[in-house]
């Protein structure tokens, strides 16, 4: 650890405990009585006096605790926590205890208030959302029993007048929220605040401009709420109801205000990690100085499982240690003798791309200990003696992907799309980074040397989008193209002799070569296997084999026997390394021989199909390994279904010239600088070690003893570093968008010494990530506390509380055709209708005063007994056996496309279809295709991209909706059909609205610039700078630099920051939801109908009578 760094670790180390000494920051959320003061802080909830003083915890789960509101007498607080891994609804007295749990329903419910008489809490949940990315306000009492929802209407947060008869309310989504960092965002997703009178079903909005107003409560009469549209920051607002009149409170310039609460006129706030008080009817705000001493659990030093954030393994040049590189450090596992090795053991700093050299005495890394850029570091696989390090440039994260077999050079890559090449000899040369290449797309690099270390195999894409292997001659630095750019290549690796350059190759990419496309979909990738014969002389993997008698040993004797020379050779060289207790030299290797000329002529095709291959390695027997991986589209696994390790582990045999199967449920495989041992990646990061042999043996590697002892506060200063590091490298603009980045970190900086959990590190950075002012910049997750979750089962279904008792209101009975979209309550033989009570669950009768879910706690996918009766008092009661389930929030989104697809059809009079994608996806795709096409008998269309999640550029659907009629086919029997076959020619219309982004961005920005039609709806959310290409974070958790962004044919940034405009505005009005009416749909519905009224069909002319022959 260099000097710069011991001096950080003991700053570090220590500044949790002077925390008493002077104010305290990062204290989250206040609520106020006329007596207390409760906020969050480290997790935890603390009751303090108006003031500030005295406070004192009063919660202190590991769980995390927030959102605390005050009874209106002021004797309980109502607050959520993640307690048995679920987000509930929970109460505590002032004197503390055990806190009582008012909500089991697995959604997560967020607590907003109480109603003015304190016989209500008031809560947030997307329980019942019949569409995604909304929640709706609920009210339970604090004694417990059945939720009741306030009403239809989506809301975010909300509180009631003192007169519990106006609600005050967010309705939708801020962009700048939980793990998304957008301060100023001024896309679709900038949310008013509305008060909705209840009984009159009438509302009003606070006056609105593009900003983000949030958090209302009520003060004095008037609504006060945050808003970020003055002063650069988000500050406090007041609205009167009856003036109209609108009033700035708060001119905070320099920290946003977060959150707020109110009792009577006086208000306390949070902003810049402080917490401070002003009344409403005006004057300057008072910073209340809290003063904490205590430290949480979760800063103490801990020893932590580093296999959780494991990022590569590599075997040993004979296979008997794996090199792990996690939790930022470089781990040495044996495969069976032995103990693990923790070659780094340096808190703080993250070294990671961990490489055996050839001879397997060296290991290799990254480290980041210099502070925000990298060095080499290379030192004995035995963990003893110097380190020697060489410094990369300050400029560029690097990664680390290969070594050379001679132990002389080791291949890295940059983000900025450059290949080097390091020499580690002993030469003048030594330390020196030589280019190789810089591509010209992002995207995998593979890389191979050979045998003798004088080629490197890598690739590169070209301008065409398709990959090309190069040679890169060591000697003279030059780079030959192997493959022309006709064809996808990849993946190339050598012979074990050198002969022979193996290579994926496939002709048929093209239309999936682009994957941000949406055509991309489901296209199916089918690849050769290559041979290249380096040498003009050289012999084809599989020249014909003539059968004569030569005298000759056949291929298999030689083998026999050369194998049996091997084993002696190795008996004597460990006879000899014994003796000088010296590791024995390897045998030279011998030069490849490697002709240019003709060098694409010489490429010899393997006998195998065409399919996905990847990930190709030739063993010492010669034999081909590669994986073949399952076609996009082939099968509809279900949701829980691995996804990574997917491919099938094969074998060609050159002798035989046959391919097997070896290993299903591969996600990955590597060979041993030998060849002769494989290591197997499998699902949930599982590791197996096994001969590279025609049978695959392997046993599973131990990871037990990846122990890593980590400093929180060390580690949470390095994420802190990398994260505003990674920013600055991998952020498309290197301007940082004119912000000074450096007085960024160092505003941001001091509030780190109060970080007490890792939660507490994410909402720091995601404010930090913000002042960039862009969609997609987010991050969360890392080492954060979680609990054992207590799985609640779902019945599928809607209720209400009638003469004391549970009804079911609505069935959602799935999609019959989905069979992974099931609904336990609609099973086949139950007869059960909607309309029916639920009198008991498992035995326990079931009435209003009870909370149905607690009875459905640890139900999932097991047999629960449910009574069922036609009426509250029993009438035809009966027994039931169900299996709930985890997540009905599929169940509810298919019946709202449904219902919207039935409405269409019926107010259209069968002319219109109706077509929703929730993104522009794999599940967009799906819905699009399935629903599109069943449906090209009509005249016109809606496409529905409200709430679209999105993916990817929806190309696939503007490409296909604007296809132009080309002509007819007449069949002698059945009906004329068209080219194209499946199309709708008639009046097209896109609903949209302000919780449609990324892809749900550029779809209605294409649908508009091609000309299909009108918009309607309310503006997208604004969201396109792509991201998914800097690398995790040292414990896992995730960061998402946006790297790339769109500008249009004319050559403007658009849509960032500024979302899709409707060409028609409908707001969702949630006096008409309430009632069941979609206001945004009914318009859509009514312009395509308006237009159909003047729309010219497609004149399909009748075909021509028959060719009369001879005449």
Same mark, same amino acid.
Request: aromatic share 8%; proline share 5%; charged share 25%.
């Given at each position: 650890?260099?000097?710069?760094? @011991?001096?950080?670790?003991?700053?570090?180390?220590?500044?949790?405990?002077?925390?008493?000494?002077?104010?305290?920051?990062?204290?989250?959320?206040?609520?106020?009585?006329?007596?207390?003061?409760?906020?969050?802080?480290?997790?935890?909830?603390?009751?303090?006096?108006?003031?500030?003083?005295?406070?004192?915890?009063?919660?202190?789960?590991?769980?995390?605790? +927030?959102?605390?509101?005050?009874?209106?007498?002021?004797?309980?607080?109502?607050?959520?926590?993640?307690?048995?891994?679920?987000?509930?609804?929970?109460?505590?007295?002032?004197?503390?205890?055990?806190?009582?749990?008012?909500?089991?329903?697995?959604?997560?419910? =967020?607590?907003?208030?109480?109603?003015?008489?304190?016989?209500?809490?008031?809560?947030?949940?997307?329980?019942? =959302?019949?569409?995604?990315?909304?929640?709706?306000?609920?009210? *339970?009492?604090?004694?417990?029993?059945?939720?009741?929802?306030?009403?239809?209407?989506?809301?975010?947060?909300?509180?009631?007048?003192?007169?519990?008869?106006?609600?005050?309310?967010?309705?939708?989504?801020?962009?700048?929220?939980?793990?998304?960092?957008?301060?100023?965002?001024?896309?679709?997703?900038?949310?008013?605040?509305?008060?909705?009178?209840?009984?009159?079903?009438?509302?009003?909005?606070?006056?609105? &401009? #593009?900003?983000?107003?949030?958090?209302?409560?009520?003060?004095?009469?008037?609504?006060?709420?945050?808003?970020?549209?003055?002063?650069?920051?988000?500050?406090? +607002?007041?609205?009167?109801?009856?003036?109209?009149?609108?009033?700035?409170?708060?001119?905070?310039?320099?920290?946003?205000?977060?959150?707020?609460?109110?009792?009577?006129?006086?208000?306390?706030?949070?902003?810049?990690?402080?917490?401070?008080?002003?009344?409403?009817?005006?004057?300057?705000?008072? *910073?209340?100085?809290?003063?904490?001493?205590? @430290?949480?659990?979760?800063?103490?030093?801990?020893?932590?499982?580093?296999?959780?954030?494991?990022?590569?393994?590599?075997?040993?040049?004979?296979?008997?240690?794996?090199?792990?590189?996690?939790?930022?450090?470089?781990?040495?596992?044996?495969?069976?003798?032995?103990?693990?090795?923790?070659?780094?053991?340096?808190?703080?700093?993250?070294?990671?791309?961990?490489?055996?050299?050839?001879?397997?005495?060296?290991?290799?890394?990254?480290?980041?200990? $210099?502070?925000?850029?990298?060095?080499?570091?290379?030192?004995?696989?035995?963990?003893?003696?110097?380190?020697?390090?060489?410094?990369? $440039?300050?400029?560029?994260?690097?990664?680390?992907?290969?070594?050379?077999?001679?132990?002389?050079?080791?291949?890295?890559?940059?983000?900025?799309? #450059?290949?080097?090449?390091?020499?580690?000899?002993?030469?003048?040369?030594?330390?020196?980074?030589?280019? %190789?290449?810089?591509?010209?797309?992002?995207?995998?690099?593979?890389?191979?040397?050979?045998?003798?270390?004088?080629?490197?195999?890598?690739?590169?894409?070209?301008?065409?989008?398709?990959?090309?292997?190069?040679?890169?001659?060591?000697?003279?630095?030059?780079?030959?193209?192997?493959?022309?750019?006709?064809?996808?290549?990849?993946?190339?690796?050598?012979?074990?002799?050198?002969?022979?350059?193996?290579?994926?190759?496939?002709?048929?990419?093209?239309?999936?070569?682009?994957?941000?496309?949406?055509?991309?979909?489901?296209?199916?990738?089918?690849?050769?296997?290559?041979?290249?014969?380096?040498?003009?002389?050289?012999?084809?993997?599989?020249?014909?084999?003539?059968?004569?008698?030569?005298?000759?040993?056949?291929?298999?004797?030689?083998?026999?026997?050369?194998?049996?020379?091997?084993?002696?050779?190795?008996?004597?060289?460990?006879?000899?390394?014994?003796?000088?207790?010296?590791?024995?030299?390897?045998?030279?290797?011998?030069?490849?021989?490697?002709?240019?000329?003709?060098?694409?002529?010489?490429?010899?095709?393997?006998?195998?199909?065409?399919?996905?291959?990847?990930?190709?390695?030739?063993?010492?027997?010669?034999?081909?390994?590669?994986?073949?991986?399952?076609?996009?589209?082939?099968?509809?696994?279900?949701?829980?279904?691995?996804?990574?390790?997917?491919?099938?582990?094969?074998?060609?045999? +050159?002798?035989?010239?046959?391919?097997?199967?070896?290993?299903?449920?591969?996600?990955? +495989?590597?060979?041993?600088?030998?060849?002769?041992?494989?290591?197997?990646?499998?699902?949930?990061?599982?590791?197996?070690?096994?001969?590279?042999?025609?049978?695959?043996?392997?046993?599973?590697?131990?990871?037990?003893?990846?122990?890593?002892? *980590?400093?929180?506060?060390?580690?949470?200063?390095?994420?802190?570093?990398?994260?505003?590091?990674?920013?600055?490298?991998?952020?498309?603009?290197?301007?940082?968008?004119?912000?000074?980045?450096?007085?960024?970190?160092?505003?941001?900086?001091?509030?780190?010494?109060? =970080?007490?959990?890792?939660?507490?590190?994410?909402?720091?950075?995601?404010?930090?990530?913000?002042?960039?002012?862009?969609?997609?910049?987010?991050?969360?997750?890392?080492?954060?506390?979680?609990?054992?979750?207590?799985?609640?089962?779902?019945?599928?279904?809607?209720?209400?509380?009638?003469?004391?008792?549970?009804?079911?209101?609505?069935?959602?009975?799935?999609?019959?055709? #989905?069979?992974?979209?099931?609904?336990?309550?609609?099973?086949?033989?139950?007869?059960?209708?909607?309309?029916?009570?639920?009198?008991?669950?498992?035995?326990?009768?079931?009435?209003?005063?009870?909370?149905?879910?607690?009875?459905?706690?640890?139900?999932?996918?097991?047999?629960?007994?449910?009574? %069922?009766?036609?009426?509250?008092?029993?009438?035809?009661?009966?027994?039931?056996?169900?299996?709930?389930?985890?997540?009905?929030?599929?169940?509810?989104?298919?019946?709202?496309?449904?219902? #919207?697809?039935?409405?269409?059809?019926?107010?259209?009079?069968?002319?219109?279809?109706?077509?929703?994608?929730?993104?522009?996806?794999?599940?967009?795709?799906?819905?699009?295709?399935?629903?599109?096409?069943?449906?090209?008998?009509?005249?016109?269309?809606?496409?529905?991209?409200?709430?679209?999640?999105?993916?990817?550029?929806?190309?696939?659907?503007?490409?296909?909706?604007?296809?132009?009629?080309?002509?007819?086919?007449?069949?002698?029997?059945?009906?004329?059909?068209?080219?194209?076959?499946?199309?709708?020619?008639?009046?097209?219309?896109?609903?949209?609205?302000?919780?449609?982004?990324?892809?749900?961005?550029?779809?209605?920005?294409?649908?508009?610039? *091609?000309?299909?039609?009108?918009?309607?709806?309310?503006?997208?959310?604004?969201?396109?700078?792509?991201?998914?290409?800097?690398?995790?974070?040292?414990?896992?958790?995730?960061?998402?630099?946006?790297?790339?962004?769109?500008?249009?044919?004319?050559?403007?940034?658009?849509?960032?920051?500024?979302? &899709?405009?409707?060409?028609?505005?409908?707001?969702?009005?949630?006096?008409?939801?309430?009632?069941?009416?979609?206001?945004?749909?009914?318009?859509? @519905?009514?312009?395509?109908?308006?237009?159909?009224?003047?729309?010219?069909? @497609?004149?399909?002319?009748?075909?021509?009578?028959?060719?009369?022959?001879?005449?």
């Amino acid at each position: 650890m260099t000097l710069s760094r @011991i001096a950080v670790a003991l700053a570090w180390m220590t500044s949790g405990l002077a925390l008493a000494a002077e104010p305290t920051l990062m204290l989250r959320q206040p609520a106020a009585s006329h007596d207390h003061l409760a906020f969050v802080y480290a997790g935890d909830l603390w009751l303090a006096d108006r003031a500030g003083g005295n406070a004192r915890r009063l919660t202190s789960h590991a769980a995390s605790e +927030f959102a605390p509101r005050f009874s209106p007498d002021g004797r309980h607080i109502a607050f959520s926590a993640s307690y048995d891994g679920n987000t509930d609804v929970y109460v505590i007295g002032l004197d503390g205890g055990v806190p009582k749990r008012l909500t089991w329903h697995p959604s997560a419910d =967020v607590v907003s208030g109480w109603s003015p008489d304190g016989k209500r809490v008031l809560f947030a949940s997307p329980r019942e =959302v019949l569409n995604n990315r909304s929640n709706q306000l609920y009210e *339970v009492s604090p004694d417990g029993g059945y939720e009741k929802q306030v009403m239809k209407a989506v809301a975010y947060e909300g509180a009631w007048s003192p007169d519990g008869k106006r609600l005050a309310y967010r309705p939708y989504n801020a962009a700048h929220a939980g793990a998304s960092g957008w301060r100023q965002s001024r896309g679709g997703s900038t949310p008013p605040v509305w008060i909705m009178d209840m009984a009159s079903q009438t509302w009003e909005q606070i006056p609105h &401009v #593009n900003a983000t107003d949030s958090a209302p409560v009520w003060a004095g009469g008037e609504v006060v709420f945050i808003s970020d549209r003055a002063d650069g920051a988000a500050n406090l +607002f007041a609205f009167n109801p009856a003036t109209k009149a609108l009033r700035q409170l708060t001119r905070e310039t320099q920290w946003d205000v977060r959150s707020v609460d109110a009792i009577g006129s006086t208000l306390v706030y949070e902003a810049g990690g402080r917490i401070k008080q002003i009344e409403s009817g005006g004057g300057e705000p008072r *910073v209340l100085d809290i003063r904490l001493s205590s @430290i949480a659990n979760q800063a103490r030093t801990q020893w932590k499982d580093a296999g959780k954030a494991l990022t590569q393994a590599r075997l040993s040049s004979t296979g008997k240690r794996v090199v792990v590189s996690a939790r930022g450090e470089v781990f040495t596992v044996p495969v069976k003798d032995g103990s693990v090795r923790n070659l780094t053991e340096t808190a703080g700093v993250r070294e990671k791309d961990a490489l055996w050299s050839a001879d397997g005495q060296r290991v290799a890394y990254i480290s980041d200990a $210099p502070g925000m850029r990298h060095e080499l570091v290379l030192q004995a696989q035995s963990g003893l003696g110097a380190k020697e390090r060489i410094a990369l $440039p300050k400029e560029g994260y690097f990664t680390l992907a290969e070594w050379s077999p001679d132990g002389k050079q080791l291949v890295l890559m940059d983000n900025h799309l #450059n290949l080097y090449r390091l020499s580690v000899a002993a030469s003048p040369q030594r330390g020196q980074l030589v280019k %190789i290449a810089t591509d010209v797309r992002r995207g995998a690099v593979d890389i191979a040397f050979s045998p003798d270390s004088r080629w490197l195999a890598f690739t590169s894409s070209g301008d065409n989008y398709f990959g090309r292997v190069w040679l890169h001659e060591v000697a003279t630095g030059r780079n030959h193209a192997v493959t022309d750019g006709l064809a996808h290549a990849g993946t190339p690796t050598f012979s074990a002799k050198g002969e022979h350059l193996y290579f994926t190759a496939s002709i048929n990419t093209g239309p999936a070569a682009v994957g941000l496309d949406l055509s991309t979909q489901e296209r199916p990738r089918r690849a050769g296997l290559y041979a290249l014969v380096l040498a003009a002389d050289g012999k084809s993997p599989l020249a014909p084999k003539p059968g004569d008698e030569d005298g000759k040993k056949d291929d298999k004797e030689k083998k026999d026997e050369d194998a049996k020379k091997d084993v002696a050779k190795k008996d004597d060289k460990k006879d000899e390394a014994k003796k000088d207790d010296k590791p024995a030299k390897p045998e030279p290797v011998k030069p490849i021989k490697v002709d240019l000329d003709g060098l694409a002529d010489r490429v010899v095709a393997l006998p195998v199909a065409e399919r996905n291959y990847d990930n190709l390695a030739v063993a010492s027997d010669g034999a081909l390994f590669y994986l073949q991986r399952p076609q996009p589209g082939a099968s509809n696994e279900a949701p829980t279904a691995e996804r990574r390790a997917t491919a099938e582990l094969w074998r060609f045999d +050159f002798e035989e010239r046959k391919a097997k199967m070896l290993r299903t449920s591969v996600a990955e +495989f590597s060979l041993s600088e030998d060849r002769k041992k494989l290591l197997l990646t499998l699902a949930a990061g599982k590791l197996e070690v096994g001969d590279a042999n025609e049978k695959i043996e392997a046993k599973a590697l131990d990871l037990a003893g990846l122990r890593a002892r *980590v400093d929180p506060r060390l580690e949470w200063k390095q994420i802190f570093d990398e994260t505003w590091w990674m920013q600055k490298e991998f952020f498309y603009d290197p301007g940082m968008h004119g912000l000074d980045w450096q007085a960024v970190y160092d505003r941001y900086l001091p509030q780190l010494a109060h =970080v007490q959990r890792r939660e507490d590190l994410n909402d720091l950075l995601v404010q930090m990530i913000g002042e960039l002012q862009v969609g997609h910049n987010r991050m969360g997750g890392g080492d954060v506390h979680q609990e054992t979750p207590v799985a609640v089962g779902l019945l599928g279904a809607d209720f209400t509380v009638e003469q004391g008792r549970y009804r079911i209101a609505r069935l959602y009975a799935g999609d019959r055709l #989905n069979p992974h979209l099931r609904s336990p309550l609609s099973a086949a033989g139950l007869r059960v209708k909607e309309g029916d009570f639920i009198l008991a669950v498992g035995g326990h009768e079931v009435d209003s005063k009870t909370n149905l879910y607690a009875l459905l706690e640890n139900t999932v996918g097991k047999q629960v007994v449910l009574s %069922i009766a036609q009426d509250a008092a029993g009438k035809g009661r009966r027994d039931i056996v169900v299996e709930p389930i985890a997540n009905e929030s599929l169940l509810r989104r298919w019946a709202w496309i449904d219902d #919207n697809r039935r409405k269409v059809e019926q107010k259209s009079g069968g002319k219109v279809a109706y077509v929703y994608m929730p993104d522009t996806g794999g599940q967009g795709y799906e819905h699009f295709n399935r629903m599109f096409f069943a449906q090209v008998d009509k005249q016109a269309l809606i496409v529905d991209d409200r709430k679209n999640g999105g993916g990817q550029a929806a190309n696939y659907v503007t490409e296909l909706l604007a296809r132009p009629y080309l002509g007819s086919w007449k069949d002698r029997d059945g009906l004329v059909f068209d080219t194209p076959g499946g199309a709708i020619y008639g009046p097209k219309a896109m609903l949209i609205d302000q919780d449609a982004g990324s892809g749900g961005d550029f779809m209605p920005y294409a649908f508009k610039r *091609v000309g299909l039609g009108p918009l309607i709806g309310k503006r997208t959310w604004g969201g396109l700078i792509g991201i998914s290409v800097n690398p995790p974070l040292i414990d896992g958790g995730f960061l998402t630099v946006p790297f790339f962004r769109f500008y249009t044919p004319e050559g403007e940034w658009r849509i960032e920051n500024e979302g &899709v405009t409707p060409d028609m505005e409908v707001e969702l009005d949630p006096a008409a939801v309430n009632r069941g009416e979609d206001t945004q749909l009914d318009a859509a @519905i009514a312009d395509v109908l308006k237009r159909l009224q003047v729309w010219k069909p @497609i004149q399909r002319r009748t075909a021509p009578a028959a060719a009369t022959l001879g005449r």
